[in-house]
């Protein structure tokens, strides 16, 4: 299916937010869907994960202030993002993941991305 990522915004440090990954079709198969990050000039980099059991995995970084969801009806993914710090600020991407053992997948997709901008 397609993603497309939404709810990027500028917010202020120690502000919240809300992203939402929309897919195109059914989500209830996808083994391994989640939240990607990258700023210019560095390397992709996990947020969080979601399996098809609500099974979830976070970056160090953001466990305690990040919360993913997986929501079958809707098709889509939320990530709610509370006390925004600096180094938040990155386009976030939605990420599928097939063939899947535990959070490691064979195949990966990315789709569009959203960008989020913190201010001090």
């Known amino acids: 299916v397609q993603l497309q990522a939404s709810g990027g915004g500028l917010v202020r440090a120690g502000g919240s937010l809300r992203l939402s990954c929309a897919a195109s079709g059914p989500i209830s198969r996808i083994n391994v869907m989640g939240w990607y990050r990258q700023v210019p000039g560095k390397e992709r980099e996990l947020v969080a994960l979601?399996?098809?059991?609500?099974?979830?995995k976070y970056a160090d970084s953001v466990k305690g202030r990040f919360t993913i969801a997986r929501d079958n009806a809707k098709n889509t993914i939320p990530l709610e993002i509370t006390d925004l710090k600096a180094e938040d600020a990155a386009i976030y991407y939605c990420?599928?993941?097939?063939?899947?053992?535990?959070?490691?997948?064979?195949?990966?997709?990315w789709g569009q991305g959203t960008l989020v901008t913190v201010s001090s």
């Open positions: 979601i399996t098809t059991d609500d099974k979830k």
């Open positions: 990420y599928q993941g097939f063939a899947c053992s535990h959070f490691d997948c064979a195949v990966q997709y």
